[in-house]
């Protein structure tokens, strides 16, 4: 089925704003559990995995070439594939924050959603830019957004109408986070879960109404957590696992009940990382903490405690992990990426440095990792050595969003523009 209208329409949007949308359409008919599509952020199991498969012995332009790029303004948000949509945003002008749809065989636009929205991070913060940063979710037939003052728009995948908006500042008679809505929304079911609003919330995906709001941050600088959540089965039970400013938690899906909570050090509260999860154990790495591994533990009684399992000095900042079998491969605040043996905690190699970020996939084999310098690298996942297969420069400009891969496409977004690179 072809939408073959094109229309603008608009709503009140914050008090200045207005929230437009344009569609030349496409229908999208692939589920966002499809091993085709790349959902949210990190994926279809927010762990950066993709499905087992061979990847091409090296990134040399006979195995890897560029099928398109399109110009875009700037943003950190990774893209989403759903079907033919590549999903994507982009801050234009320091004032409006946009998502677009495009054709993933062309890079053709098919529609466009925006809204004013932009504000200004701390001096301290400014060489980070002051774009849109949550990455979107899909469930196959609406797109969910967090934008920079925490507001939250629900779009249709297929045509980019709206269906329902939530300033959650104004709801909650919140502040706005000092550097803007961060955390990526996480969808399960009917329920959406997302740190914003200055808490961690729970949302009707159907409506945008709060079903539960809790971990409330009252003191935290700056506002709203980083972290994107998860979810996991810890002894039976499964939970959403989230980090907050100051502490690590696995909260009740259904009430917002926080089952239990272990406090992780953190400067200014910077824990970014998403919860990474390894034979119901988490790893946490903080930017002016250190590395830890806990392990919840529930007791006859339904009563929870959690264990440190082991801790080293290593510090991370911005990049979360990737997990192959009994080892985790990271990238470290001091630039230089490292493996870990999570049944010890030992450090078993540490490179040299690069970027300063790394978004990283791996097959469960191999890594491809993405520097913040526009360099793609090819890593086998060796416990026992760096194992660089191949380097390839794949952008001039700076790359802070995560990569996106779905079979053999690999979608690159730098700060000017979003390109898809092919497997050959």
């Keep these: 089925m072809m939408f073959r209208r094109n229309w603008m329409f608009s709503g009140v949007l914050l008090a200045t704003g207005v929230f437009a949308a344009r569609s030349s359409g496409i229908e999208t008919t692939a589920k966002p559990d499809s091993l085709d599509s790349w959902p949210g952020w990190r994926g279809p199991n927010r762990d950066a995995s993709s499905p087992p498969r061979t990847w091409p012995e090296n990134l040399k332009p006979e195995h890897l070439q560029e099928k398109w790029r399109i110009p875009l303004d700037r943003g950190y948000s990774g893209p989403i594939v759903i079907g033919q949509s ?7 002008n320091a004032k409006t924050e946009r998502v677009l749809s495009l054709d993933r065989s062309t890079g053709k636009t098919l529609w466009e959603a925006e809204w004013e929205g932009a504000m200004t991070v ?23 957004v967090g934008g920079m003052r925490d507001y939250f ?58 079903v539960w709001r809790t971990l409330v941050e009252t003191d935290a600088m700056y506002g709203s957590a980083f972290s994107s959540p998860t979810i996991a089965t810890l002894h039976g ?49 903080s930017y002016g903490g250190k590395t830890q591994l806990f392990a919840p533990q529930i007791d006859a009684s339904g009563n929870w405690s959690v264990v440190e399992r082991w801790s080293n000095k290593a510090e991370a900042y911005m990049s979360s992990p990737v997990v192959v079998g009994d080892y985790l491969y990271a990238h470290l605040k001091n630039q230089r990426a490292a493996c870990f043996n ?25 890594i491809l990792a993405l520097d913040e310098t526009g360099k793609l690298f090819l890593i086998n996942a060796n416990p026992e050595k760096f194992d660089l297969v191949d380097s390839r420069e794949v952008s001039e400009q700076e790359c802070w969003a995560h990569l996106a891969l779905t ?16 497997w050959r």
């Design 86 to 92: 590549v999903i994507v945003t982009e801050t234009r």
């Design 342 to 366: 999570l049944k010890t905690g030992e450090e078993t190699w540490r490179t040299r440095p690069y970027g300063k970020y790394w978004s990283m996939i791996t097959n469960g084999q191999q």
């Design 237 to 285: 039970i499964r939970q959403l696992l989230v980090q907050t400013r100051k502490d690590l938690c696995g909260v009740d899906l259904e009430s917002g009940k926080t089952l239990w909570s272990q406090s992780v050090e953190a400067f200014r509260g910077m824990n970014i990382l998403t919860p990474t999860i390894w034979n119901e154990c988490l790893f946490v790495s």
């Design 153 to 210: 728009v629900c779009i249709d995948v297929q045509d980019g109408s709206r269906i329902y908006e939530v300033d959650f500042a104004k709801r909650f008679n919140s502040e706005l986070p000092g550097f803007g809505q961060v955390c990526s929304p996480l969808i399960d079911g009917s329920k959406i879960y997302i740190q914003s609003g200055g808490g961690l919330l729970c949302l009707d995906a159907a409506t945008g109404e709060t």
């Design 122 to 144: 701390p001096f301290f913060a400014a060489s980070n830019g002051s774009w849109i940063r949550s990455t979107p979710v899909t469930d196959g037939s609406r797109v969910y």
């Design 407 to 422: 079979n053999d496409q690999i979608f690159i977004r730098d700060l000017t523009g979003i390109g898809l690179w092919e």
